[in-house]
């Protein structure tokens, strides 16, 4: 059974640093794409970020580079982003989703579709 689980979000004061985590079960890396994106009452999904099993790749929004970084944890089927010199625009409840093949570009296009698994995880940036 696929499992996805966030957390790690929290309030912070801008300028201020979180680490989320998502924790995978059901499913290996191994061949699909995995990412994070946020969302806000009312507002589409908008993707933050967006690892390839398959060679590594990472990809990221314009609005989060430079400040945001995620990776993946093989051996705890973990996908981690650690965020730094966050905004109040971060506000945003945070999810991790995947899909097949191992393509960021194929993640980020299909973004609106893709199956949620988890329930997110809240973060909340105070000005």
């Known amino acids: 059974e696929v499992q996805l689980v966030e957390s790690g979000g929290g309030l912070v004061q801008a300028g201020g640093s979180l680490r989320l985590f998502c924790v995978a079960s059901?499913?290996?890396?191994?061949?699909?794409?995995i990412g994070w994106f946020r969302q806000t009452p009312g507002r589409e999904r908008e993707g933050v970020s967006c690892?390839?099993?398959?060679?590594?790749?990472?990809y990221y929004a314009d609005s989060v580079k430079g400040r945001f970084t995620v990776s993946i944890d093989n051996a705890e089927n973990t996908m981690y982003l650690q965020m730094n010199n966050l905004k109040p625009e971060d506000t945003a409840r945070y999810y991790c989703?995947?899909?097949?093949?191992?393509?960021?570009?194929?993640?980020?296009?299909?973004?609106?579709?893709?199956?949620?698994w988890g329930q997110g995880t809240l973060v909340n940036v105070s000005s």
């Open positions: 989703a995947f899909n097949a093949g191992g393509f960021c570009s194929r993640w980020f296009r299909e973004l609106p579709y893709l199956e949620l």
């Open positions: 059901g499913f290996t890396f191994d061949d699909v794409a």
């Open positions: 690892i390839s099993g398959s060679d590594g790749s990472t």
